[in-house]
């Protein structure tokens, strides 16, 4: 296979002590296979982010699945594709745990993996410039002392559900398989277009997960005469807001690209089985 000019991102999260060491050798690895390679620490406010060119031809982020999902904001944009290298616990989405850096610098200099697009989820606050986005869900909170949250939920402009809950979950089909899952919703394949909204510990019975198509607007219109609440996109950052904010949430207008290495390639269910025992009998 001929040999092409590389531009690479090594975003690695300094607080898993096997990663900075791990970025080390990759990077060492990739220079000398004529790579240029730019090392990037994933801090949350980090002034790095900026150095991150959109002509990169891959991102590996080398920490664990919140790292994967703080990078992931970070390039999709940038259409730069993102590779997952698992120095954490699950590593559902940053996968690839147990390659060497030799072995992996080979495979990613003959561009020897598929990209996969993930859709991503942006939420808006009317009154507000403001725009966040998503690889997993936006999750609505009531805060840890106050009453139940009291949500409408509209798709488009028509009125769902009205819930009283601890919170409401919206998640991709990527994000299904994380808080959403435990909140009682369904799997969701991949490569379907849509998105769910689940009830956080619902108080009534007939509020159930629900899934709508990605092209159509999810719209969570909170109680004025309530209390105040937390927003949160992917485990990350808690934003607080005012009783009555409104917080509309529809497909972001671009996707991540999930780089997933050829030869170690496994499927969506194939890992749903070995990273969450998906399926296994207990005798």
């Known amino acids: 296979m001929i040999m092409v000019e590389n531009k690479i991102a090594i975003l690695i999260n300094p607080n898993k002590p096997e990663a900075p060491q791990a970025a080390t050798k990759l990077e060492q690895a990739l220079k000398a296979r004529k790579a240029e390679v730019r090392v990037i620490q994933t801090q949350k406010n980090s002034n790095d982010w900026a150095e991150l060119e959109e002509n990169t031809d891959l991102a590996v982020a080398m920490g664990g699945d919140g790292t994967f999902l703080l990078t992931a904001k970070q390039v999709a944009h940038k259409n730069?594709?993102?590779?997952?290298?698992?120095?954490?616990?699950?590593?559902?989405?940053?996968?690839?745990?147990d390659i060497g850096m030799e072995d992996l610098a080979e495979k990613i200099i003959h561009q020897d993996y598929i990209v996969q697009e993930r859709s991503m989820l942006k939420a808006k606050l009317p009154k507000s410039e403001k725009k966040i986005f998503a690889l997993n869900d936006i999750v609505l909170y009531r805060l840890a002392h106050a009453n139940l949250l009291y949500t409408n939920l509209y798709i488009d402009s028509?009125?769902?559900h009205s819930y009283r809950s601890d919170g409401i979950i919206v998640c991709t089909p990527t994000g299904s398989t994380a808080y959403a899952l435990s909140a009682g919703g369904a799997v969701m394949d991949p490569n379907i277009h849509a998105f769910q909204v689940v009830p956080i510990a619902a108080h009534s019975l007939t509020s159930r997960p629900h899934v709508v198509s990605d092209e159509q607007v999810i719209v969570l219109e909170t109680d004025e005469n309530k209390?105040?609440?937390?927003?949160?996109?992917?485990?990350?950052?808690?934003?607080?807001l005012e009783p009555g904010t409104d917080v509309v949430i529809q497909k972001a207008e671009y996707n991540l690209k999930l780089a997933k290495l050829k030869h170690s390639y496994r499927s969506f269910y194939s890992i749903l089985r070995d990273k969450m025992k998906w399926g296994a009998i207990n005798n």
């Not at 730069?80 to 745990?97: D, K, Q, R, W």
């Open 80 to 97: 730069i594709p993102l590779l997952g290298i698992n120095f954490g616990h699950l590593g559902f989405l940053a996968e690839y745990g």
């Open 158 to 160: 028509d009125l769902v």
């Open 227 to 240: 209390n105040k609440f937390y927003l949160q996109a992917d485990g990350q950052d808690l934003i607080e």
